[in-house]
T-cell receptor, first 112, second 112 residues
Framework: DTEVTQTPKHLVMGMTNKKSLKCEQHMGHRAMYWYKQKAKKPPELMFVYSYEKLSINESVPSRFSPECPNSSLLNLHLHALQPEDSALYLC???????????FGEGSRLTVL | GIQVEQSPPDLILQEGANSTLRCNFSDSVNNLQWFHQNPWGQLINLFYIPSGTKQNGRLSATTVATERYSLLYISSSQTTDSGVYFCAVEQGVRNQGGKLIFGQGTELSVKP
C-alpha cells in the first residue's frame, strides 16, 4: 500500500472545465512534488514544495496552478487545459534527511 | 544539466532468467534511486542507493559513485517483474526538495 494517496485516479475534463488533483501524505515529509508523465516517457518534474513553499517551478504553463495548504496536502488546480495535457500526473514526497522519493499511484487525466 | 542513460532500452526474458540493468550518469550525485513502474502506472521505490550495494529478495543494486554508474540485478525473474525500470538521480541541495532526473527507462517483459 502506498503512503502517498492521490485522488481522483482517473479524470476526464473538457478544455473549459476547472478541476483539481489532490495528494496527501502522512509520512511527515516536508518536500512534495508534482510530476507529469506521458506514455512511454519518463516522469518530468513540474513543481517542488519545500516546507510548504514553492521552491521549484519548471516553467509550467499557468493553466496548472499548484497549492500546498499544509505539510500533508498538495493540490494541482487545472483550468483551460489542452488535449496535449492528457497524461499521468504523479505526486511524490521525500524524506528530509536523504531526499528519497515516494510516489502515489497517480491521476490519469484525459482532456477532451 | 546531468545526463542519465539507461541500458538496455528493452529486454525480454524467459521466466527464471537473470538480468542486469545499467544506469550511467554524467556527474556526481547525492541521490540515486531505482523504481519499478507497474502496468497500472504506479512507481514503486526499489532502492535508494547513492553508493554501495543493497539487496532485497531477488533484487539487488550496486552504485559505484566514483565511476558514475549503477546496476540493478534481477534474479530468477517472474512475470510480475514486467514493467519499466527507471533510474533517477539528484544533484540538488539535500533537505530542500531537490530535482530528481529520470533516465529513459528499461522496459522489461518476462514471458512465462
Amino acid at each position: 500500500d502506498t503512503e502517498v494517496t492521490q485522488t481522483p485516479k482517473h479524470l476526464v475534463m473538457g478544455m473549459t472545465n476547472k478541476k483539481s488533483l489532490k495528494c496527501e501524505q502522512h509520512m511527515g515529509h516536508r518536500a512534495m512534488y508534482w510530476y507529469k508523465q506521458k506514455a512511454k516517457k519518463p516522469p518530468e518534474l513540474m513543481f517542488v514544495y519545500s516546507y510548504e513553499k514553492l521552491s521549484i517551478n519548471e516553467s509550467v504553463p499557468s493553466r496548472f496552478s499548484p497549492e500546498c495548504p499544509n505539510s500533508s496536502l498538495l493540490n494541482l488546480h487545472l483550468h483551460a487545459l489542452q488535449p496535449e495535457d492528457s497524461a499521468l500526473y504523479l505526486c511524490a514526497s521525500s524524506q528530509r534527511r536523504t531526499g528519497e522519493l515516494f510516489f502515489g499511484e497517480g491521476s490519469r487525466l484525459t482532456v477532451l | 544539466g546531468i545526463q542519465v542513460e539507461q541500458s538496455p532500452p528493452d529486454l525480454i526474458l524467459q521466466e527464471g532468467a537473470n538480468s542486469t540493468l545499467r544506469c550511467n550518469f554524467s556527474d556526481s550525485v547525492n541521490n540515486l534511486q531505482w523504481f519499478h513502474q507497474n502496468p497500472w502506472g504506479q512507481l514503486i521505490n526499489l532502492f535508494y542507493i547513492p553508493s554501495g550495494t543493497k539487496q532485497n529478495g531477488r533484487l539487488s543494486a550496486t552504485t559505484v559513485a566514483t565511476e558514475r554508474y549503477s546496476l540493478l540485478y534481477i534474479s530468477s525473474s517472474q512475470t510480475t517483474d514486467s514493467g519499466v525500470y527507471f533510474c533517477a538521480v539528484e544533484q540538488g541541495v539535500r533537505n530542500q526538495g531537490g530535482k530528481l532526473i529520470f533516465g529513459q527507462g528499461t522496459e522489461l517483459s518476462v514471458k512465462p
